[in-house]
């Protein structure tokens, strides 16, 4: 069973994290660019506020229309975020996502700072490569 920290140590390593001042349209062009789903909202010691989605962008866009352009990331971020520890196992991390209906899972280190973060697709390919090789070694 693959733990968490598998998955980061796959990935490139950069997080890509937004100050809660910023305006929505700024942390929807992070998004855009970087092609990420969701971008951790932090402080400058990588300590989590926040997270904001696609999905919570699409709302502010449907709540708000034009005046999204000058809506701060602060008023529209969800907090109290649901994070994990690089140490989970992959099977565990899905489990809270079904359960919490979530799609992104910020990762912790043992200072509570922000390490990274893992998406339900990445789970997703994890658990279809076991199958897949189980299915193949039988």
Known sequence: NMIIKEILDKKSG???MVAPGPLVPD???VLSEQVIGAVIIGDSNAKILGILSERDVTRCVAQHRAKIMEMRVENFM????ITCKSSLSTVKAMEIMQVKHIRHLPVLDEDDRAIGIVSMRELMAVC???MLYI???R
């Open 14 to 16: 950069t997080i890509f």
């Open 27 to 29: 942390a929807a062009a």
């Open 78 to 81: 969800v907090g109290n975020v």
């Open 128 to 130: 279809i490569e076991d």
């Open 135 to 137: 299915g193949l070694t």
